[in-house]
């Protein structure tokens, strides 16, 4: 297939929750590439410096027979999301080809989150310094990059909470992320759950990217599972929403042995409140909880 000599660069602005589902849209209509930048009035490392976070996405079209209509699928789909949040209007740029090949690996950053973790995009060269726990993720994978405040969250308490030789279920795995995240911070072993048979085939991708498919076992299905038995997992992890939090909490505590954890998210500020009382009557003992965004990641003992 013949390299396009030219490139429309298409790019909006928005909060950084609204990360992952625009990265989705510009992955869906785009041929080359999705980028995420975040702006300079957020540090991982030190939290708010100063300002309202913003986050630009880019993608790349050909400019070929289909790049308008690429184009116009991309604008109406921005449009759409623009009506819930702050998103800037869709603008535009023509670039060379050599341009976009400097163009979109430029806004490639590797992303610091907790104490040692570090996203990185699966084509770079560049070494982790000692002490850095890597993970690599295909910059195109869109969902799950750790850019969505529920995914730093959850990798915070990941690394915080896994313990040498535990063993971890992920509901929702997604990209499999946190489970990649559990599998190289100690996990002996790892189980991830998704509805959505192209979520564990990319995750079997990354887990592959990341030598830890003998760690993890993936799975198309959730709670209640044939793969998950019983008392059997030191922790428990669901970055899904409030109303499938609630709704699996019996069955998500009643995996976790005695002693062990259960860690939450996707749930908003407002809702926190009905996610904590569901895991109370499974029989966890809510506690540990951070906020970020209007987004509230829960801890809890069982």
């Known amino acids: 297939m013949k390299t396009p000599s030219e490139w429309l ?19 869906r209509y ?8 975040e702006d300079g009035g957020y540090s991982p490392d030190e939290g708010e410096v100063a300002g309202q976070r913003r986050a630009t996405i880019r993608t790349y079209v050909p400019m070929d027979s289909t790049a308008q209509e690429r184009r116009s ?17 869709l603008t535009e740029r023509v670039l060379k080809e050599e341009e976009w090949q400097t163009a979109w690996k430029r806004y490639f950053k590797p992303l610091h989150i907790g104490e040692n973790l570090v996203v990185r995009p699966s084509w770079l060269e560049d070494v982790p310094e000692d002490g850095e726990v890597t993970i690599w993720l295909d910059p ?35 990209s499999g992320i946190l489970s990649i995240a559990a599998a190289r911070v100690g996990a002996s072993e790892v189980v ?20 830890v498919s003998g760690t993890l076992s993936l799975h198309q299905g ?5 793969w998950v038995n019983p008392a059997s997992f030191d922790l428990a992890v669901a970055n899904i929403s409030a ?33 904590r009382d569901a895991l109370t009557a499974a029989g966890a003992v809510p506690g540990h909880s951070l906020t970020e965004d209007g987004w509230v990641v829960l801890v809890a003992t069982v």
Not at 9 to 27: D, G, K, R, Y
Not at 222 to 226: A, F, I, K
């Open 140 to 174: 195109g994978m869109a969902f799950g990059t750790g850019h969505h405040p529920t995914t730093r969250m959850c990798l915070a308490q990941i690394e915080r909470l896994v313990t040498p030789g535990a063993r971890v279920i992920d509901v929702g795995c997604g």
């Open 243 to 275: 109303k499938v939090v609630t709704e699996i909490a019996p069955d998500l505590v009643a995996a976790v042995r005695p002693g062990g954890a259960v860690i939450v998210s996707g749930v908003s500020a407002e809702n926190q409140d009905s996610v």
């Open 222 to 226: 959730s709670l209640p599972s044939p």
């Open 9 to 27: 660069e298409l790019s909006v602005e928005a909060p950084p929750e609204f990360v992952e589902p625009l990265s989705q849209i510009f992955l």
């Open 73 to 89: 699928r991309i604008d109406i789909a921005v449009r759409l999301v623009a009506s819930l949040a702050p998103v800037s209007a």
């Open 30 to 37: 785009g041929n080359g590439g999705v980028a995420v930048e």
């Open 192 to 211: 991830g759950l998704d509805l959505d048979p192209v979520a564990i085939e990319v995750a079997r991708q990354n887990a592959v990217q990341n030598q």
